[in-house]
């Protein structure tokens, strides 16, 4: 027996092993193999299985790491679609999607012995070995040159085992695997005629009152040493069998909880009824559900999950962030059996991932709550997958495999003959399009629940505020009015500002030295809470520095606000209010981001300050002032979508107010009160706001009616990336005129952020209708491109051109 077996590196190739006749009967596509690969062993997945094999000398598979399947064929079949459809090797898809944990494979540690003898050493062998000396019990040879920044390292460490200076072990990495516990049980046929003492006698009584329990629990519970269960276990008494322990996520939450049952109004009631019919007609339909903030899209897809499971289906929901899903369980743990619910997101160690995972292929669990992530889960008899928030940029994965998890439901929704609902308040322009298309089922929820009014939404012009002045306030007069007189209510407000830190850049005013990051192309933010100047990309940082570094003068000007300056802004003007910030910088600690969204549900929060991170699907019925510091952030992107992400963050932020029982009230400060994405969100406009965008797209033949490949490549030295990037420009226009110029070059060029993580960055861009021919054309730029110094991703379908 021959197995296809594919490994995580940079290779489209699969590798062919031999499988032990003593292992034929354990072989199955998705169980992990330890498997001999150059001079060391790595971990694969098997992906095909071959019985005839011509080939000569095929190396045998040494282990196989699982004893059930981690994924099966229809799952193979779909995850070889994301490799071939995204360019991406198949074996690095796997590690990508499948919570394996770090692979089993081999590894060099190097220890250093005592120097016995003077032995003549070269410079680079003596500070090697200088090095190596600080790690007396050894470390392994991969960390050496990371850790040390030496170069050439295999070669002087073989030269100094050579000369008996180092030891040289192989060693190998544990893989992640089952979590065993001992189950103790009583044998009590061997209680006849035995001499026990008290303590024994009492821990006898103990396991019989509590059945089978683990050894843990049975020390920490009965407060008798392990020292007794070793004695009762030598008389025979008890006995110990090995199970193993399930790791599981907790759905503990407190927020958003309500007990109470929903009754669905008319609206709700006839969208449910034309999913609930799709449903019964087990065929693929994609249906876009467009509701308005606070029209009650989430009942509508926890009842349709119910009949799912009610009639033996599984179901997958997939939320944006991972700060939505604290919401979300408290809404659905209860409702469903909590035993059967998976959380799958970034946040959960991968262990629990990994034993969550095994019991979705089980068929053990049959509802999946999670981030994009969660998509993968090997869900048996998938009957619905919901993406909420659809329009989310959060559900396109922007490094290695550059996925959109949105367009991916659908595919697997289709392999699988579910059901998929992309549901928002502002679907993207892509999902619309289909649904205008009949592609999609389209499906409204026009108001909110209990015909709640939506809030009252006014545009200040800053233009205006500046003249008033003589500068830019941070907050307008208006706003500043309207949150005296929401705190005057006892009523909660919600400011939006797209960027943390204190100011976005400094610069000296006597030399006008610019504070950039060494390794980005971008300037330093201020971060004055900490007392540091940091990078938002890279995250190096200096303490703030009083003086110059250029001219050592003490003129530091600091332009821009950030989410701390506006802070600090707030509490100069309200010094009674109880104020709170939710950015990356306020939410990094675990479970820092539930707290802050609890205290606000329990009112114990009258300001919250806020990036991106406060504007998604939250629900808390006593904000009625909303306010937008600075709408022109994402206006000003240099990005075709510009003018739809502005119109989505607006409305979306606008529509966290008002959703209790005091309408709401919404304040856009910007300097382009008169641009069409404002005016329309100001109006609560969709419809009026597509067919303005839409039009622009096709008049530039932009998504959705072309498709785009950005070809991202990236150095650390400039001068060759920009001469990898022109050589391959020419080859793409070549490639191009040879498919009949259907396709269009656009590039190379310098990227918007021509510098990050200390990568010189330039992008390419295949522009065109045939998506195929633009996949012919990305590989073979790829494939003939030779320059190990230049890195190059294939970005198909971009959300993003920085």
Request: aromatic share 6%; charged share 25%.
């Amino acid at each position: 027996m021959y197995i296809n077996v594919a490994l995580n590196i940079p290779s489209e190739k699969t590798f062919t092993y031999e499988v032990p006749a003593d292992l034929h009967n354990e072989i199955e596509i998705g169980k992990r193999v330890f498997v001999p690969f150059g001079n060391k062993k790595r971990t694969g997945f098997i992906v095909g299985i071959n019985q005839p094999c011509d080939w000569k000398s095929i190396k045998l598979i040494t282990e196989i790491l699982d004893d059930e399947p981690l994924f099966g064929q229809s799952d193979l079949d779909f995850y070889q679609w994301i490799a071939n459809y995204f360019m991406y090797p198949i074996g690095k898809t796997l590690a990508e999607l499948i919570p394996a944990g770090s692979e089993k494979k081999d590894f060099f540690w190097i220890t250093p012995l005592a120097l016995k003898t003077e032995i003549n050493l070269s410079p680079a062998q003596g500070k090697l070995l200088t090095f190596l000396n600080k790690y007396p019990q050894g470390i392994a040879l991969s960390s050496i040159s990371k850790i040390s920044g030496l170069k050439n390292v295999s070669s002087a460490i073989r030269k100094l085992q050579t000369a008996g200076l180092v030891h040289v072990e192989k060693k190998q990495s544990k893989q992640l695997s089952p979590l065993k516990e001992k189950i103790i049980t009583l044998e009590e046929d061997k209680l006849t005629g035995a001499k026990l003492t008290d303590k024994q006698e009492k821990l006898v009584e103990f396991i019989r009152s509590t059945g089978a329990i683990s050894l843990n629990d049975l020390i920490e519970k009965s407060n008798i040493s392990e020292d007794i269960v070793k004695r009762l276990r030598d008389k025979g008494i008890i006995n110990f069998v090995e199970k193993e322990k399930i790791r599981a996520a907790s759905l503990d939450s407190s927020i958003g909880q309500n007990k109470n049952r929903i009754i669905l109004n008319n609206q709700q009631a006839q969208a449910l009824k034309e999913i609930s019919g799709s449903l019964e007609k087990k065929v693929f339909t994609a249906i876009m559900l467009h509701g308005v903030t606070g029209s009650g899209k989430t009942e509508i897809y926890l009842k349709a999950i119910e009949k799912v499971l009610s009639n033996g289906g599984s179901a997958i929901y997939l939320v944006p962030e991972i700060a939505l899903t604290p919401q979300l369980i408290s809404r659905v743990a209860g409702r469903f059996d909590e035993k059967k619910i998976a959380v799958l997101h970034s946040g959960i160690a991968e262990s629990v991932r990994y034993d969550q995972w095994r019991q979705i292929k089980g068929s053990l669990i049959n509802l999946v709550i999670g981030t994009r992530s969660a998509l993968f889960a090997p869900a048996q008899n998938l009957k619905l997958i919901i993406v909420d928030e659809e329009h989310d940029i959060s559900y396109k994965q922007d490094e290695r495999l550059c996925y959109n998890a949105r367009d991916m439901a659908i595919l697997k929704a289709k392999m699988s003959s579910a059901v998929v609902i992309t549901g928002s308040a502002t679907p993207s322009v892509h999902t619309c399009f289909n649904a205008r298309t009949k592609k999609y089922r389209h499906l409204e929820l026009p108001q909110r629940v209990d015909e709640k009014p939506m809030p009252a939404v006014e545009i200040i012009d800053m233009k205006a505020q500046q003249e008033k002045l003589g500068k830019v306030p941070i907050l307008s007069d208006a706003l500043t009015e309207e949150i005296k007189e929401t705190l005057g209510k006892k009523e909660q407000i919600l400011l939006f500002l797209n960027k943390r830190g204190f100011d976005t850049f400094l610069v000296c005013a006597d030399c006008g030295y610019n504070f950039r990051c060494p390794n980005c192309a971008v300037s330093l933010k201020n971060h004055a809470a900490e007392g540091v100047v940091k990078c938002h990309y890279c995250d190096y940082t200096i303490k703030s520095l009083p003086l110059c570094p250029s001219c050592q003068n003490s003129r530091i000007l600091s332009y821009g606000v950030g989410t701390q300056k506006l802070e600090k802004e707030i509490e100069k003007l309200f010094p009674q209010a109880r104020i709170q910030r939710m950015d990356s910088d306020t939410t990094s600690r675990k479970g820092s981001q539930e707290k802050i969204l609890r205290d606000l549900e329990k009112r114990e929060i009258d300001i919250l300050i806020g990036t991106q991170m406060i504007t998604k699907g939250h629900d808390f019925p006593f904000i009625t002032l909303v306010g937008v510091i600075s709408a022109d952030t994402s206006l000003n992107m240099p990005d075709f979508r510009a003018a739809e992400k502005t119109f989505q963050l607006i409305t979306q932020v606008a529509g966290r107010g008002g959703r209790g029982d005091t309408p709401g009230k919404v304040i856009i400060q910007t300097f382009n009160p008169q641009h069409y994405a404002l005016k329309h969100a100001q109006n609560h406009d969709y419809k009026t706001f597509y067919e303005e965008e839409i039009d622009f797209r096709k008049a530039l033949q932009y998504p959705p009616f072309s498709r785009i490949i950005n070809l991202r490549l990236s150095s650390i030295k400039k001068d060759v990336l920009v001469e990898e990037a022109h050589l391959l420009g020419k080859l793409a226009k070549k490639l191009c005129a040879r498919h009949g110029n259907i396709t269009e070059i656009i590039g190379p060029a310098e990227s918007p952020l021509a510098k990050i993580r200390g990568r010189f960055r330039w992008q390419m861009l295949i522009k065109g209708k045939d998506i195929n021919a633009m996949h012919q054309i990305a590989r073979e730029i790829m494939n003939r491109h030779k320059n190990s110094k230049v890195r190059i991703i294939a970005d198909v379908d971009p959300e993003s051109f920085m």
